[in-house]
């Protein structure tokens, strides 16, 4: 039987139409926190889950220590960066996969190299902290330059993040 774990490092580029403008219309956008998460190079969005007939909109267990270290992180760049949603509604989903799934995450493309290199060191630290030198991580981008915008999805190991995104030409023709 194959598990999930057992999945070679997988990188996906594709075209996408989710803009930080559709996010802003989205149900799940807290309006009473619009102008400040207009301000946001970095946005944590949560994903629809259905269960039961019910929907829900979940982020992945541990994404509130994920979200602190990436604002403080990302804040040393002057990179804004918050969670989207309102504190009310935020739920996390919780899998318990060997797989360590990271919330998806809308960026524009200046920031996109910053928020690697801030993926990169939460790993690592979660890596050595935890003796875990094999951890399998799953992430969504959602790359916004103007216009266009791309989604990139990485599910591999998390030793090879770094170099294996870096490598990525995003908007390059």
Do not use: W
């Not at 760049?77 to 919330?103: G, M, N, Q, R």
């Not at 916004?144 to 990139?152: E, S, W």
């Not at 030793?159 to 995003?170: G, L, N, P, V, Y």
């Amino acid at each position: 039987m194959k598990h999930e774990s057992d999945k070679l490092n997988e990188v996906k580029v594709l075209d996408s139409n989710i803009t930080f403008e559709q996010i802003y219309k989205s149900e799940y956008f807290p309006i009473e926190l619009e102008e400040e998460l207009k301000k946001c190079d970095v946005l944590l969005i949560p994903t629809l889950v259905e269960r039961n007939e019910d929907e829900h909109y979940v982020f992945p267990e541990q994404t509130m220590n994920f979200y602190d270290y990436a604002k403080g992180f990302l804040e040393k760049e002057h990179i804004s960066a918050d969670i989207c949603i309102s504190d009310k509604d935020y739920k996390e989903f919780e899998l318990h996969s060997i797989v360590e799934t990271i919330a998806t995450i809308i960026v524009n493309n200046v920031a996109f190299p910053f928020t690697i290199n801030m993926i990169s060191s939460y790993l690592y630290e979660k890596i050595t902290n935890r003796n875990n030198i094999n951890k399998k991580i799953k992430v969504n981008f959602e790359v916004v330059d103007g216009k266009k915008a791309k989604k990139i999805a990485y599910e591999g190991d998390a030793s090879s993040f770094k170099e294996t995104m870096e490598a990525i030409k995003i908007f390059e023709e």
